[in-house]
């Protein structure tokens, strides 16, 4: 098991950039990431981050954060909080990620905790210690453009720091305020249609079909499902589908019954969705399972 106290090197890559305070100059922030669009996603293994607080932000996509066996699933809007010396992980099944940003806080001094007097970063830190949800539904429209900024003057090193640890001093206040509100911001109409998906996994889901449990036109529903989730309402049924077969198959299930039972037309059509989505194909996937 790894600890990370949030002093390695900064990267850069086409689809990864990591920043370490080095490169940030902000108080407090250890590391601060962004992840690029990519099909799939395969998660580190345990860890945990010596006395700071990891906030994890999906934009867009799906992901399964891991504290133990316990599961916490993400989609976009969604935040995860990992408490300080906590081990997690995400989960080491590849999942569909679209953009996400991630970042440590440490919460050692509060004298220069994001550049914040004294009392205002003891409050920020006493609230996430307090927190109610381990997963936050927030307003994506609100708090994407927060996380989002912050990185792009983190990225200017010096010269942005001060405007960088502003934008992440709302993002933290406005994540808070999301945890003090109910564990979930979807509208009735989205609420309803979720509740269908995940009840009908086995059928071919129609958007027409969806629409209408919604009471909205298709292209009002499409476009609120996804303000909601993050994800469109294709893409979101396909998550799911790929999540219940992959329980599905560690329970040894066969792979053409998996197929059968998920609404796929042959095992065929279901090895190549599988692929595309997680990477491998169900008999490497099973494969995989069974050696780790």
């Known amino acids: 098991m790894k600890a990370y106290t949030g002093s390695s090197s900064h990267l850069i890559t086409p689809k990864l950039t990591v920043l370490t305070y080095n490169e940030t100059k902000i108080n407090a922030l250890e590391s601060f990431a962004y992840q690029r669009s990519s099909n799939v996603y395969s998660g580190h293994p345990d860890h945990y ?5 990891e906030l994890t932000y999906v934009d867009r996509g799906n992901l399964i954060q891991c504290i133990g066996d316990r599961e916490y699933k993400m989609t ?9 010396n906590e081990i997690h992980r995400p989960s080491d099944q590849p999942m569909y990620v679209d953009t996400m940003w991630w970042l440590t806080l440490d919460i050692g001094n509060t004298e220069s905790f994001l550049f914040l007097d004294r009392a205002c970063a003891e409050d920020v830190i006493a609230k996430l210690y307090n927190i109610k949800h381990r997963i936050i539904k927030t307003n994506p429209k609100i708090v994407q453009p927060l996380i989002k900024n912050a990185f792009e003057y983190a990225l200017t090193g010096e010269d942005g ?14 994540v808070l305020n999301c945890d003090n509100k109910s564990a979930s911001l979807s509208t009735p109409q989205i609420s309803k249609v979720i509740d269908f998906i995940l009840m009908n996994l086995d059928k071919d889901i129609s958007l027409d079909e969806l629409a209408e449990i919604a009471n909205l036109s298709l292209s009002r529903f499409k476009q609120l499902f996804k303000d909601e989730t993050g994800q469109t309402p294709r893409v979101y049924i396909n998550c799911q589908k790929i999540y219940k077969a992959k329980k599905m198959l560690l329970e040894n299930r066969h792979i053409t019954d998996v197929a059968m039972n998920l609404g796929f037309s042959s095992s065929n059509y279901f090895a190549v969705f599988f692929k595309r989505y997680t990477s491998y194909s169900p008999s ?9």
């Not at 981050?49 to 607080?53: A, D, K, Y």
């Not at 976009?76 to 300080?84: E, L, N, R, Y």
């Not at 720091?161 to 406005?174: D, E, P, R």
């Open 49 to 53: 981050h010596v006395n700071c607080f």
């Open 76 to 84: 976009g809007g969604d935040v995860f909080v990992a408490f300080p």
């Open 161 to 174: 720091k001060y405007i960088s640890a502003g934008y992440l001093s709302l993002f933290l206040h406005m």
């Open 284 to 292: 490497e996937f099973i494969n995989k399972s069974k050696s780790e």
